[in-house]
């Protein structure tokens, strides 16, 4: 019996990551889909979420499914990442929940209780009925307090302090931006930050500090405009402490 998270058969995935942009867009399309639990009456704050969306993504691209050749879902993850890096936030609560738990994936738990699971990237119009009847817009959340500073040494992705973007918007702009921090990374840096948990942060840049963060140095998101903001939008600085050190 098929199932979405199969590839098709006659769509093998590309070798190599990256290429022109007209080379991404003529390949199979794939989404990479998280949910994000949102129950009423305990929503996460939204610091929590953002970063446990990191995490999660962090997390599969770590899990031996998808580092090792022949790994369950190697060859899925490499046709995603070979065409437009895509991932889609939606939410969850109660049976919804439950039912999203049953399909393959991996749930991450934030420090704040946070909870997100990210599932192996899907062909983008095979969403699976438990996952397509989710909602994806509307996903908003706030902090009971604002975070405070990031603790000293953690990688830091810094928000563009000029974008309003919704919750669900944003956890898939962090999302992108860590799998950005990831790809700079030698295997030795992966594997310690993995042993760690992937401990990161996510704030808001002081604006008087945004353009130095995306002066080059540091992989920054550039949106491809298909929600909520304008295409080419910078949305994310990735500030990991190695990957400072590897860019002059």
């Not at 902090?143 to 956890?171: F, Q």
Request: aromatic share 6%; glycine share 8%; hydrophobic share 40%.
């Amino acid at each position: 019996m098929s199932s979405p998270f199969d590839l098709p058969p006659q769509q093998p995935a590309a070798p190599a990551v990256g290429g022109h942009a007209e080379d991404r867009d003529t390949r199979p399309q794939y989404v990479l889909p998280l949910v994000v639990r949102l129950e009423r009456t305990d929503p996460p704050a939204r610091t929590d979420a953002l970063e446990t969306s990191a995490r999660a993504v962090l997390t599969l691209l770590a899990d031996p499914r998808v580092t090792e050749p022949d790994g369950e879902w190697a060859e899925r993850v490499a046709a995603w990442e070979d065409a437009r890096i895509r991932k889609v936030v939606r939410r969850a609560r109660g049976g919804e929940w439950r039912r999203a738990g049953e399909l393959p994936g991996i749930t991450v738990t934030g420090e704040h209780g946070a909870e997100v699971r990210v599932f192996p990237p899907i062909p983008l119009d095979g969403w699976p009925k438990e996952l397509a009847k989710l909602q994806v817009s509307g996903t908003d959340l706030d902090d009971p307090e604002p975070p405070g500073p990031a603790p000293e040494g953690r990688p830091v992705l810094w928000l563009n302090p000029d974008l309003e973007m919704s919750a669900g918007k944003t956890m898939a702009q962090t999302g992108h931006a860590a799998q950005l921090a990831w790809w700079e990374l030698d295997d030795d840096r992966r594997a310690e930050w993995a042993a760690d948990g992937f401990p990161l942060a996510v704030r808001t840049a002081p604006a008087a500090a945004w353009p130095a963060l995306t002066d080059g140095h540091l992989p920054v998101v550039r949106d491809a405009g298909f929600t909520e903001i304008a295409p080419g939008s910078c949305t994310v600085a990735a500030d990991h402490p190695a990957v400072r050190l590897r860019r002059p």
